[in-house]
């Protein structure tokens, strides 16, 4: 069983900074790839950002240059450093990973971007 919960989202300005981060459960955190999705009102849920188990990583073209996804393997946590944020990324944001064919999610965590 995995338990994925995250936190940091909040209010910031546009051009402002947030760290968003993901507390996973499960004793070979290691090995799989985790990702961060946002879904936004009246939109589908999309992919923002992924790490795989060795540290490669994958973006959005809408967020490359400006977020940037990272993991601690020893404290079981991701995490998703978002800059030069925009109000267009206000979503809520989710935490992911699939583990044996089967996907899991946090609660989310709302990022709102507004003056």
């Known amino acids: 069983q995995v338990q994925l919960v995250e936190s940091g989202g909040g209010l910031v300005q546009p051009g402002g900074s947030l760290r968003l981060s993901c507390a996973a459960s499960?004793?070979?955190?290691?090995?799989?790839?985790m990702a961060w999705y946002r879904q936004a009102p009246g939109k589908q849920r999309e992919l923002v950002a992924v790490i795989t188990g060795g540290g490669s990583t994958n973006y959005a073209d809408s967020v490359k240059g400006r977020f940037s996804i990272s993991r601690d393997n020893a404290k079981k946590l991701v995490f998703l450093q978002m800059n030069s944020l925009k109000p267009d990324d206000t979503a809520v944001y989710y935490c992911?990973?699939?583990?044996?064919?089967?996907?899991?999610w946090g609660q989310g965590t709302q990022v709102t971007v507004s003056s």
């Open positions: 992911n990973t699939e583990v044996a064919l089967k996907a899991y």
């Open positions: 499960g004793s070979i955190f290691s090995r799989y790839a």
